[in-house]
């Protein structure tokens, strides 16, 4: 059972705003998200040693679909709490747990940093979501308390700062695209070093110098799901590009993007990177 506490989070120092918002296609594409970087998840957990009947607290839970794999390396026997601050997402979870024949997850609205558990969990799982928290360390060091002596923490975040690396004279829309993001996440508020910065913050709550792995998912294949995926990012990005005076519908051409990107990866004969991410893993001290 989850209690929140009473005591608020700094108002002068507040998060970033959730740059791709909360709508439905929201909810779709995080879906989305989950067939293109759950495999790196599922590597992360597996290297972190999360497995068979633990109890497992998981950040930012969404549409569960990080739950849905920790489902699978815990067994029936193991447990999975999720928590996100979007009510109404955690119905989405919820069904697919139904649907999926789960009984061992439970999925609570509220914000983890600002709740108490009566019991401590084996490992805590977050995939992007310290890159939007004000103070990451702060929001880490009380998500650990959460922990057992020995527990794991495990998190996967993006890193933006790498992605100009890949721009190319000859992928203008590739670099178009990597401007964009780069302009609206840091008009956002968000931490576009969070993958390296998971060092930092780690060490300094305490854990141990995390293991660490840089990864991309990269394609060029003509039915890769990467160019689609992309244009639901932009479909998403949209609200806020249009709001922080970046750049407007017309110019984004939403409908025929995941087509343009596939066109100039075949001009090119480079292949197109999502963003990169870094995952890190480490355990509490016993």
């Known amino acids: ?23 439905s296609h929201e909810t779709t594409r995080l879906i989305e998200q989950s067939r293109i970087y759950g495999e ?24 569960g679909d990080v739950a849905l794999t920790l489902a699978e390396l815990l067994g029936p026997t193991g447990q999975i709490v999720g928590v996100d601050v979007n009510a109404e997402i955690l119905d989405t979870a919820r069904q697919r747990a139904t649907e999926a024949g789960l009984q ?24 992007f979501v310290l890159m939007y928290m004000a103070d990451p360390v702060e929001a880490l060091a009380k998500l650990i308390t959460h922990l057992k002596p020995g527990g794991i923490a495990a998190f996967q ?84 590009l249009e709001k922080y005076g970046l750049a407007t519908a017309e110019e984004v051409e939403v409908d025929t993007l995941a087509t343009r990107i596939r066109e100039e990866v075949n001009a090119s004969k480079r292949p197109f990177f999502l963003p990169l991410h870094i995952t890190a893993y480490s355990t509490l001290p016993v």
């Open 157 to 240: 975040e993006p890193e933006y700062t790498l992605y100009p690396a890949i721009q190319h004279p000859d992928t203008p829309l590739m670099n178009q695209l990597i401007r964009w993001i780069l302009d609206v996440f840091t008009h956002s508020g968000a931490h576009l070093d969070m993958g390296i910065g998971l060092y930092r913050t780690f060490v300094d709550v305490g854990l141990p110098p995390p293991t660490m792995h840089l990864e991309s998912p990269i394609g060029a294949a003509k039915t890769w799901a990467g160019y689609r995926y992309m244009a639901t990012i932009f479909q998403s990005l949209l609200p806020l």
């Open 104 to 127: 061992n997850l439970e999925f609570i609205a509220g914000d983890a940093r600002n709740l108490d558990f009566s019991d401590k969990f084996d490992a805590i799982v977050g995939r």
């Open 1 to 23: 059972m989850a209690k929140n506490r009473s005591e608020n989070l700094n108002p002068s120092n507040p998060d970033a705003t959730y740059t791709l918002g909360r709508t």
């Open 40 to 63: 790196s998840t599922h590597r992360l957990c597996q290297r972190a040693g999360i497995s068979e009947g633990m109890r497992v607290l998981e950040i930012g839970s969404g549409a």
